[in-house]
T-cell receptor, first 111, second 114 residues
């Protein structure tokens, strides 16, 4: 079983839709969770950062962590064509900054 | 807005040659990182660097790899004897002293080993 699993997509949604992106993981020691956005031929850009379980909201983005299910989600409200990118989850355990990344989900928001 | 820059954007080399990938982190950042991403695969941590020494490294970062901050602005990754499997996108990142979780990535250098 991979440490971090993420559906590669592509996920195509119409403009204005709510998008749900997910990652599952196997290592119960993970406590810090990140979501990155990566446009084609660019480096990853940090979107959201959460610690342990719960929700965090920032504008149109909401990150959720369910440690009991080893499942994290990123929701994008009112999706825009400019949100079309690959979304990467990443996570780490305490005491290390070696982040383990998912393979990314490619999102296409259609105008 | 300050950003991490990397040069070159694309490097082609022959197997067995040494390459140096260069990065200019955001000024006043204290932590520096290298990651790689093989085409179609996930981003992988290579090494972190703080206070002029390696703070963490992955099992990928073997004796063929080294990092250096030769002056106050550059951060380099050297691969001593490149292999075909070193072909990948290499990303540099930096983070401020307030926390290593806020990492700013550069645009990457695509390394092609022939």
């Amino acid at each position: 079983q991979k440490e971090v699993e993420q559906d590669p997509g592509p996920l195509s949604v119409p403009e204005g839709a709510i998008v749900s992106l997910n990652c599952t993981y196997s290592n119960s020691a993970f406590q810090y969770f990140m979501w990155y956005r990566q446009y084609s031929r660019k480096g990853p850009e940090l979107l959201m950062y959460t610690y342990s379980s719960g929700n965090k909201e920032d504008g149109r983005f909401t990150a959720q962590v369910d440690k009991s299910s080893k499942y994290i989600s990123l929701f994008i409200r009112d999706s825009q064509p400019s949100d079309s990118a690959t979304y990467l989850c990443a996570m780490r355990a305490s005491g290390t900054y070696k982040y383990i990344f998912g393979t990314g989900t490619r999102l296409k928001v259609l105008a | 807005e300050p950003e991490v820059t990397q040069t070159p954007s694309h490097q082609v080399t022959q197997m067995g040659q040494e390459v140096i990938l260069r990065c200019v982190p955001i000024s006043n950042h204290l932590y520096f990182y290298w990651y790689r991403q093989i085409l179609g695969q996930k981003v992988e941590f290579l090494v972190s660097f703080y206070n002029n020494e390696i703070s963490e490294k992955s099992e990928i970062f073997d004796d063929q790899f080294s990092v250096e901050r030769p002056d106050g602005s550059n951060f380099t990754l050297k691969i001593r004897s490149t292999k075909l499997e070193d072909s990948a996108m290499y990303f540099c990142a930096s983070s401020p002293g307030t926390g290593q979780d806020t990492q700013y990535f550069g645009p990457g250098t695509r390394l092609t080993v022939l």
